[in-house]
């Protein structure tokens, strides 16, 4: 049974046109992550959240946001997306705890016209 | 801060041959290491980890790793990789305690030959 849900699997969206990626998890996780990962290369953290706690990597363009409405929800909005954040998408939960690992969801590939 | 390197982009073996991926880290205090395996189309998914003890740790799917201290690796062995093998492999290591966030390295791509 998936654990972290990301919806949808596969977006397209025009230059410049606000969209909006989800992720859900019944795992019951204090903390949700949000990776970037362009094609062979490693996952880049964007953020995450702690509980309510909204944690911004130093170098995650303003052009990306987050929202956790609640423990089971986290969304990403791409404000303005440039055709140089074409990527996947992943989304990611943990207990926080020191050691435990991450699970990751299928992911979002974002494709920009 | 802690990172990590994997210096294998591409590994080609055929079926039954021994695997080792290499691993380095940086250290920077308590030390645990993930590897995770992306199988193709599929998610990320924990193939094993290194959080004290025993350095030799025992993964799924007959993998392992072990950690050495004194030569700041991490790395995966497999005694005889199979064709289902082939996928991506990223070693992980936390840099951020509290959170566990996660830096990967850039990840070694096994080609498994039937």
């Known amino acids: 049974d998936a654990m972290v849900i990301q919806n949808p699997r596969y977006q397209v969206t025009q230059f410049g046109k606000p969209v909006t990626l989800s992720c859900s998890q019944t795992l019951n996780h204090n903390v949700m992550y949000w990776y970037q990962q362009k094609s062979s290369q490693a996952p880049k953290l964007l953020f995450h959240y702690y509980d309510k706690d909204f944690n911004n990597e130093a170098d995650t363009p303003d052009n990306f946001q987050s929202r956790r409405p609640n423990t089971s929800f986290c969304f990403l909005d791409i404000r303005s997306p440039g055709l140089g954040d074409a990527a996947m998408y992943l989304c990611?939960?943990?207990?926080?705890?020191?050691?435990?690992?991450?699970?990751f969801g299928d992911g979002t590939r974002l494709s920009i016209l | 801060a802690q990172s990590v390197s994997q210096h294998n982009h591409h590994v080609i073996l055929s079926e039954a041959a021994s695997l080792e991926l290499g691993c380095n880290y940086s250290y920077g205090g308590t030390v645990n290491l993930f590897w995770y395996v992306q199988y193709p189309g599929q998610h990320l998914q924990l193939l094993l980890k290194?959080?004290?003890?025993?350095?030799l740790v025992k993964g799924i799917k007959g993998f392992e790793a072990e950690f050495i201290k004194s030569k700041f690796s991490f790395n995966l062995r497999k005694p005889s990789v199979q064709w289902s093998d082939t996928a991506e492999y990223f070693c992980a290591v936390p840099y951020q305690t509290g959170a566990n966030n996660l830096f990967f390295g850039t990840g070694t791509r096994l080609t498994v030959i039937p």
């Open positions: 990611a939960t943990s207990t926080g705890g020191l050691g435990q690992p991450q699970h």
């Open positions: 290194y959080f004290s003890g025993d350095p």
